[in-house]
């Protein structure tokens, strides 16, 4: 008699209840139903957190633009935000947009920011707004200019030391293994000691992440960077079809580093407005969906999307015209359902991304026992009832 039983004969339901766990059992052991291995931490790093069918606790990062005045609404727009044709030194818009990203399980702005009297401004009053908000943010060093030339390696250092000093101690700051989150955009475009020289001032004290684009490109700044965010908003998850391949790729070759991986999603772009000549459309909000199903499964440290406000580029998810809060409602039911969470680097060994997860000894062998006994148990309860058949007859 099985434990629980309490002297009743058990019915047909729970017997195939006994053999459907055991049907489970192998069907894991032998690979057939994928199941994540969960690997463990290592000192200074935080532990990733189990799946959770409720939702997903990865952090998740919007990067957010302070460049907007009233009049930028007037140039190589084609559609506007809901609020209107704001200015970022507006405080009360910073605390509205803030609010709107929590609501869709936002977890903070990968600000822009260079070391300049406005841009210094709106940053300190995005600080205020995030801290009055509980919310987090990170910042992303625009190292081309307008003309997608790199500054002076000079100016880029000085820069940095800046943000470091006057910037980085506000716990607003998402920080990880106690450092605050800093990116360089455009690392592609200096030397290799031209990165050393900034990045070797400010590392003991802050993470800065390279923006490259390939797994050659982070293996080149790999010794005197912490990782990468790729910033790849231009491509269609409908055509490119290797394109999950290769953020797979970079996240194994950055966690083998034991570096940080963000991976990158959007909504959609648009950049002919502006110079450019690729358009991917939003197909109603399946182009989200399928990038993030695809930066998720990389096994990234944070998801980076691409972007709160890009409205020149067409890549934003603020609520707008033209789409109202069609992102934001994607994001919410993204953000609701299970997705590898990360935020320490995968340890040297840990199954690749993009690679099938296997399980260790003992638990196969838990699992095999377990089928094993629920069969006998199973075969034993099958003869009893024949017998009560047969005997049932006979009288």
């Not at 690392?187 to 390279?210: D, M």
Request: positive net charge; charged residues 15%.
């Amino acid at each position: 008699m099985m434990p629980g039983t309490c002297g009743r004969r058990p019915s047909i339901g729970a017997l195939r209840r006994v053999l459907a766990a055991g049907r489970l059992g192998i069907a894991l052991t032998a690979g057939i139903l994928p199941l994540a291995a969960a690997a463990p931490a290592q000192a200074g790093q935080v532990a990733a957190a189990a799946p959770s069918a409720a939702a997903s606790s990865t952090p998740l990062f919007a990067y957010y633009y302070s460049w907007f005045s009233h009049s930028s609404w007037k140039r190589d727009k084609k559609d506007y935000p809901l609020i209107g044709a704001y200015s970022s030194s507006d405080s009360s818009v910073l605390r509205h947009q803030i609010q709107q990203a929590k609501s869709a399980g936002i977890s903070g702005f990968i600000v822009s920011w260079k070391d300049t009297p406005l841009d210094d401004l709106r940053l300190r009053l995005l600080i205020k707004a995030a801290a009055q908000e509980h919310f987090q943010l990170a910042m992303i060093y625009q190292g081309l200019n307008f003309y997608r030339k790199p500054l002076p390696v000079s100016e880029v250092a000085a820069d940095f030391v800046t943000f470091r000093d006057q910037f980085a101690g506000s716990p607003v700051f998402f920080r990880v293994d106690g450092k605050p989150l800093t990116i360089w955009s455009g690392t592609w475009a200096y030397t290799y000691p031209q990165v050393a020289r900034v990045t070797s001032a400010v590392r003991p004290g802050i993470l800065v992440l390279s923006t490259e684009k390939n797994v050659a490109g982070f293996d080149r700044l790999a010794r005197i960077t912490d990782g990468d965010a790729y910033y790849w908003s231009s491509v269609n998850p409908a055509t490119d079809t290797g394109y999950a391949s290769k953020l797979d790729q970079m996240s194994q070759a950055i966690h083998h580093d034991g570096k940080y991986w963000i991976a990158p999603f959007a909504p959609g772009f648009d950049a002919r407005l502006v110079g450019g000549h690729q358009m991917v459309p939003r197909d109603n909000g399946q182009t989200l969906r399928t990038e993030f199903v695809a930066a998720a499964r990389s096994t990234p440290n944070m998801l980076g999307l691409i972007s709160w406000n890009e409205f020149s580029e067409n890549s934003y998810v603020e609520p707008s015209v033209r789409y109202g809060y069609q992102s934001l409602d994607v994001l919410r039911q993204l953000r609701a359902e299970a997705a590898p969470s990360s935020v320490g680097p995968a340890p040297v060994g840990a199954t690749p991304a993009g690679s099938r997860s296997t399980l260790t000894l003992w638990p196969n062998v838990f699992r095999l026992t377990g089928f094993a006994l629920a069969l006998v148990v199973a075969v034993g309860f099958l003869g009893y009832a024949r017998r009560r058949r047969s005997g049932r007859r006979s009288g």
